[in-house]
């Protein structure tokens, strides 16, 4: 084998059988890459000199014919590859699976994928893709190649690096759409997901993250608070433009526009944050219906993620006034949030979207703690504790559970939400729990 790479036979000494022998492995190392594979082949240590078995051992001809064929093997594969023109890993090469008989290339199978289902945020691919680069050292990387053992070689690599469980579950997320693209369009074999019930490691990596709705009393009792604690101060906080980068945030701000945020996303149909960062102010028109009511008609919003266009209609009353009114009236360019009109120099709108909403999911846990405490404080009953890991997502996913759970239809919600209708029950896993429908059939005497 070349210099970049290394194999060698080699006779494992961590495991031990009750009889005393211990298995030797093919071992091969390349580009930083080290990947094994048991050959079937036990002997005891005194058998073994270094390299091969010693002529001590009985039947050390057989043995060591058996040992040069699994490196021969492993040669071949290695041959097989070059031959091809195609990457591969030292996974690869101890792999027993066949050699795919034409190149199914990651970053292809994904800007395919992006192209046939007109996605509009190809970034966190694009992320993905440069992750698994940077952990292969490959200028390629090839779909069969990432068996459920390299990913999680690839998801512990992620961990080590001081990123979140959360991180290595995105990533293995979009790797896993790829995956499923490749068996529908049966590229390759279904039988070598790695994704699947036999393969669960991938499970330990969920994120650290809290989507899920919470109940309509928690909202209650967030607007409660909204209301009462920065309502007077509203005004004030209204002037403050967010700082750039290098200035320390003002703490009072920071949480007053984290909660509003929030609601916003909830009282706007669940719209996900980075559209409702993208909403200029022209989308916006302030009208009245038959009534003489007045409410906010949103038009033009086209969902990040999907393309799909989402018809928003709201209510001009209530807590709205205080969420969005004083945004819609304020004259400070075209958006509607001043994120963009005010972004520090040389820093790009995905770059600003981004740690915007990751700021804020991390100060909406300091929030809820201070909620959970003034609940306590003041004696709401039959009040529950919000999780401190409730994030910016989970006010999508709780308009969506309270439209259900008021008597809406799923048709109208898949509508509200951009999505497809048989994509709804993401949103709403409360309503698909066993006590959830246990506690309808006790409703129903059933």
């Not at 992320?127 to 459920?148: C, D, F, G, N, V």
């Not at 969420?323 to 075209?334: A, M």
Request: hydrophobic share 35%.
């Amino acid at each position: 084998m070349p210099k970049k790479q290394s194999a060698s036979i080699s006779l494992k000494m961590l495991k031990k059988e009750k009889d005393g022998k211990h298995p030797i492995v093919l071992r091969v190392c390349w580009k930083g890459q080290v990947a094994s594979r048991y050959t079937n082949v036990w002997v005891e240590p005194k058998y073994w000199n270094g390299t091969e078995i010693s002529k001590k051992c009985p039947n050390f001809a057989a043995l060591n014919i058996l040992l040069k064929k699994v490196y021969n093997e492993a040669d071949g594969r290695r041959l097989d590859y070059e031959a091809k023109e195609m990457e591969y890993s030292a996974y690869d090469i101890v792999s027993e699976k066949e050699i795919p008989k034409c190149k199914l290339e990651f970053s292809a199978l994904y800007q395919a994928l992006i192209e046939e289902k007109k996605l509009r945020a190809p970034d966190n691919y694009h992320r993905t893709y440069k992750k698994l680069k940077e952990y292969s050292h490959l200028s390629e990387i090839q779909l069969p190649m990432l068996t459920a053992e390299y990913l999680q070689g690839f998801a512990n690599w992620i961990v080590q690096q001081g990123l979140k469980n959360g991180y290595a579950a995105f990533c293995l997320r979009y790797i896993r759409s790829v995956w499923n693209y490749a068996i529908k369009e049966r590229l390759v074999s279904a039988d070598d997901y790695p994704f699947g019930n036999n393969n669960s490691f991938w499970r330990r990596y969920k994120q650290d993250e809290r989507k899920t709705a919470i109940s309509k009393h928690q909202l209650a009792g967030i607007m409660g608070y909204f209301c009462e604690v920065y309502y007077e101060k509203s005004s004030m906080l209204m002037g403050i433009i967010q700082p750039k980068k290098s200035v320390k945030y003002d703490s009072l701000y920071s949480y007053w526009f984290a909660l509003n945020f929030w609601l916003t996303i909830y009282y706007m149909q669940g719209l996900s944050p980075v559209d409702v960062l993208n909403l200029k102010r022209n989308q916006i028109q302030l009208i009245k219906d038959d009534n003489d009511e007045e409410y906010y008609r949103i038009t033009g919003v086209r969902r990040a993620k999907t393309g799909v266009e989402v018809p928003i209609a709201i209510k001009a009353e209530g807590i709205v006034d205080l969420l969005i009114t004083p945004y819609y009236q304020r004259n400070d360019g075209e958006y509607l949030y001043p994120l963009f009109n005010h972004l520090p120099k040389g820093t790009s709108k995905e770059t600003a979207k981004n740690n915007l909403i990751a700021y804020n999911s991390k100060t909406l846990k300091i929030i809820w703690r201070r909620i959970n405490k003034y609940a306590f404080d003041h004696g709401w009953k039959d009040w529950e504790d919000i999780p401190s890991n409730t994030t910016l997502y989970s006010a999508r996913h709780s308009f969506a559970t309270h439209y259900l759970e008021s008597g809406g239809n799923v048709i109208g919600l898949a509508t509200m939400l951009g999505r497809k209708v048989a994509n709804i029950d993401v949103y709403v896993k409360q309503l698909t729990s066993d006590n959830y429908i246990l506690n309808l059939k006790k409703d129903m005497e059933l």
